[in-house]
């Protein structure tokens, strides 16, 4: 045992040796390179989500500093946008005598009802100005349809009416997806989800992402998300520019 304990050691102080005379860390090895079939994907980060928005989510800034570290990283860079008509469907002013948080049933199942929130057109509803992604090819818009919510950039809330990203993708050979912005039990998650339903390797980086969590949704979240095979990782897992 004492023999096999300082093989062990050999083999380990050699391997970092190794990883040292070439520049690398064994940390750095286990990083994930973004290459031309990745993608990131920037899910509403919003000025409605965020510090003073109409449905702000708790710490919602913190994600910028973390995406724009990131996005330099991707040659391929998404972001959508939720992109409400007034009196959509899914606010709970649209309702008589419900509020904010109720759920209610719509043609296409259970709805959360919201604060009325990024309307079309409005400064609520524009991009966080100090999101800085300029090299971003797609902005996706999303929840334009009046009587259908949606939270998925796959995929409208009735689950039958596509937004056009899967093909999309897959035109530009796409194949790997690292998704990050708000909020992680509503929009990050659908859109994850939706992602390994239609066959992408598909990525969440946690600490680019904050939510809601209404009775405890971030972590059923998670756990759905894991079970269906989305990996979650930190950015520090990424190999991205300083």
Known sequence: MTMNRRAALRTLCSGALWMAAIGRSPADAARIKP?????????????CFVKGG??????????????????????NVILTQDWHTPGHASFASSHAGKKPFDT??????TQVLWPDH?????????????LHVPQAQLILRKGFH???D????????DRRTPTGLQGYLEQRGIKRLFVTGLATDF?????????????????VIDDACRGIDLNGSVAAAWKEMDAHGVMRIHSADIDAIA
Not at 63 to 71: E, F, G, S, T, Y
Not at 119 to 126: E, I, N, Y
């Open 54 to 75: 109409t449905l702000a989510v708790a710490h919602g800034d913190d994600v910028v500093p973390v995406i724009n570290r990131l996005a330099p990283a991707f040659q």
């Open 104 to 109: 209610m049933q719509l043609s296409y199942g």
């Open 35 to 47: 290459d031309a079939s990745s993608a990131l994907i920037v899910v509403d980060v919003q000025n």
């Open 146 to 148: 009046k009587d259908i």
């Open 187 to 203: 929009c990050v998650a659908w859109t994850a989800l939706d992602a390994r339903a239609a066959g992408f390797s598909t990525y």
């Open 150 to 157: 949606s939270y998925s950039a796959f995929m409208e809330a």
């Open 118 to 130: 990024c309307v079309q057109g409005t400064p609520d509803a524009a991009l966080d100005p100090e």
